[in-house]
């Protein structure tokens, strides 16, 4: 949990065994990790958690941000709804409602994903694959299911064929068969996915139903949310307001700095902006008030026409009352006569029709959610614009940008909620490939353990079809995965990472799992969960305190020495008066504070709305010089931290994006 939003620290206590609530000011914060299928893993052991912690920092992407969102909406009735249960009974039983029939031959998280009638060939193709065990036989079922997907190119090339044959030309009809049926088909697949598959949205399936009485992914999750929320699909959609606004926080022994937006269940997803080539977390930073000459660059717009292609008409309707753009269109007809009553648009092309998104309080969850989870090829990117601010005003106009799944820029943000000491546990469920020998779910129990590498073993696969697909997965999963690999296993990180693995055949790519794979997979959760429980929550016959989270904080706090010394010989210097080819700090407070334009008026410093006050120059100067005491002192050399964070490299404090 972050301190940067809230002051307080506690000592982490415990309740009994038998409890079935928490205190409520026992908070902690959780991330999951995205997976597409292996998301089934979450359910059981969020509500396991529920007993013993109440969710405040809920983070994930992709499949772990529909766990996310699902969670917070419980959370949100249990905090509004004198603490029912309902929310978390519904993800208790949300394994067994995804392996039950949702038609006949059909399960229903296969169910879940219907294609467009325009992608369904590709779709259904790519069924045929789901839950074969070797390459080859994934191979062959991508030939068989192409035949059939592709019927009739198939047919006509036998047809002719079997015509040519009859005249006696065996040859050239065997040369017609292997050349002109791969052509035909080749063709046919390349057109589908150039031309239909990107015009609906760059995937298979929009999230929308395309099948009578079977609810698709979108439709499905939003009444999910609304049901774990206590909300009915004739109630407003839940927003991100209703969440930071929701009962039962901030205790009492925690004080919210003035300025600063309480946020009861602070939710956090991430969406990838391929136009912009970076992730960005929602909700998104809300706006600045008032005239601010700092306007922030996070505006993102929509059409309606558009969305409703990729959300429930009750949600779309939800996102166009609640658009600032469209707020300030009927304010502005209120107006009286003789004032301006018709707004000026920009759209694609000229402005008509374009809508900013909703302000973070009115962003429904259920379009984060969606804007997570949008797996490359498989479901359907979002399309949203923005305009570009270094251009000028005349020359501005809207470029689209399609959102894709978070997981391509952080498929596990384990850092979200992370404070320099934490005053609750931030804990986090990841997913990583199964190796013989090794423990289906792990938590080190010690600080000396823990920090041993993931694999990815597919160089010890017998097939080389294998070696060469697991290697292309390999470099893609580095890619998208280096940074949090990384930042799991340091210090402060591996001893709250619960880790759960997955052999071939569970979770991921496999839509189609059989209820027996996706309960083990949901115990397997659980069982991971209860690790963490025993760790950090569940009082040891020696006395109330949690072992787990005493050493944890030590570790922490530890880090944070470490890290602080680390950097104060630079800062020292930085700070000093022999720092050659720089401005002395204090010069350039005078420097800065006393500027002045040509009519001789005081002009803010850079970064400032106004100019300096008198007061806040000397509270500059006493920072300056109290970080400046502080940076000498841990230069002392008796002042010597002995703690030695494992594994190396030590970790660093650096100046990033809070991404």
Not at 1 to 12: D, F, K, L, Y
Not at 78 to 99: A, D, I, M, T, V
Not at 308 to 332: A, L, N
Not at 536 to 552: F, L, N, R
Request: net charge neutral; aromatic share 10%.
């Amino acid at each position: 949990m972050s301190a940067e939003n809230i002051v307080g620290v506690t000592r982490e206590k415990v309740s009994t065994l038998g409890s079935s609530e928490p205190p409520d000011d026992r908070f902690c914060d959780l991330v999951m990790k995205g997976g597409i299928t292996s998301g089934v893993v979450y359910p059981r052991a969020i509500s396991l958690l529920s007993h013993h912690y109440r969710f405040r920092g809920i983070g994930g992407t992709s499949a772990g941000a529909i766990a996310a969102a699902i969670t917070a909406a419980a959370e949100y009735q249990r905090r509004e709804k004198n603490g029912s249960r309902k929310g978390f009974n519904l993800l208790e039983n949300l394994p067994r409602q995804l392996g039950s029939e949702a038609k006949k031959g059909k399960r229903k998280l296969l169910s879940l994903f219907q294609p467009q009638p325009s992608t369904r060939r590709l779709f259904a193709v790519l069924v045929r694959t789901l839950n074969k065990g070797s390459t080859k036989s994934r191979w062959f079922s991508v030939f068989k299911g192409l035949l059939i997907a592709y019927w009739p190119a198939t047919v006509l090339s036998i047809i002719v064929t079997w015509a040519i044959a009859q005249s006696g030309a065996w040859f050239a009809a065997f040369l017609l068969l292997v050349i002109a049926l791969p052509l035909s088909i080749g063709t046919w697949v390349y057109l589908d996915i150039t031309e239909k598959m990107v015009a609906n949205g760059f995937g298979l399936c929009n999230g929308m139903s395309e099948e009578k009485d079977v609810d698709a992914l979108t439709p499905w999750l939003h009444d999910m949310i609304q049901k774990a929320a206590g909300l009915g699909k004739e109630d407003d959609p839940l927003t991100f307001g209703d969440l930071w606004n929701a009962k039962g926080f901030p205790p009492t022994w925690i004080k919210i700095p003035e300025g600063v937006t309480k946020r009861s269940i602070d939710l956090q997803m991430f969406s990838t902006n391929l136009a912009h080539g970076r992730p960005y977390v929602f909700p998104l930073a809300e706006p600045e008030t008032g005239e601010s000459r700092f306007k922030g660059h996070e505006r993102l717009y929509f059409t309606e026409a558009e969305m409703r292609q990729y959300f429930p008409p009750e949600v779309v309707k939800w996102m166009v009352d609640h658009s600032p753009t469209e707020i300030e269109r009927k304010r502005k007809e209120k107006s009286t006569p003789g004032e301006e009553t018709k707004e000026k648009t920009l759209s694609v092309e000229d402005g008509k029709d374009m809508l900013e998104l909703p302000e973070p309080k009115n962003f429904p969850v259920l379009l984060a959610t969606r804007m997570s989870l949008a797996f490359p090829f498989l479901i359907s990117a979002i399309p949203l614009y923005a305009l570009d601010p270094d251009l000028s005003p005349e020359e501005r106009k809207f470029h689209r940008c399609w959102f894709s799944d978070g997981g391509i820029s952080s498929n596990f943000p384990i850092h979200l909620f992370d404070g320099l000491v934490p005053i609750w546990p931030t804990f986090g469920i990841h997913l990583e490939p199964a190796i013989d020998g090794q423990e289906e779910s792990y938590l080190p129990s010690i600080y000396d353990e823990g920090y041993a590498e993931s694999w990815s073993l597919f160089a010890e696969k017998v097939e080389p079809a294998g070696r060469l697909g697991g290697f292309i997965s390999a470099i893609v999963n580095a890619m998208q995965n280096w940074n949090d690999n990384t930042v799991r296993l340091m210090p402060g990180f591996r001893d709250r990472v619960a880790r759960v693995r997955l052999k071939e055949g569970e979770g991921g790519m496999n839509l189609d799992m059989e209820p027996p794979i996706i309960d083990t997979l949901a115990e397997r959760g659980k069982a991971a969960a209860n690790k963490l429980i025993q760790c950090y929550a569940i009082q040891p016959s020696q006395g109330e305190e949690a072992p787990g989270w005493d050493q944890h904080r030590f570790v922490r706090f530890n880090n944070l020495l470490m890290m602080m010394k680390a950097r104060t010989p630079g800062l020292v210097e930085a700070l000093g008066n022999d720092c050659r080819y720089a401005t002395k700090l204090e010069d350039l407070l005078q420097k800065f504070s006393c500027a002045t334009d040509e009519s001789g008026m005081l002009t803010p410093p850079p970064g400032y709305e106004e100019p300096m006050t008198q007061k806040e120059k000397d509270a500059y100067k006493r920072l300056v010089a109290a970080l400046n005491a502080l940076a000498t002192e841990m230069l002392e050399v008796e002042n010597n931290i002995p703690f030695k964070p494992i594994p190396k490299p030590e970790p660093e404090l650096r100046v990033r994006p809070p991404l």
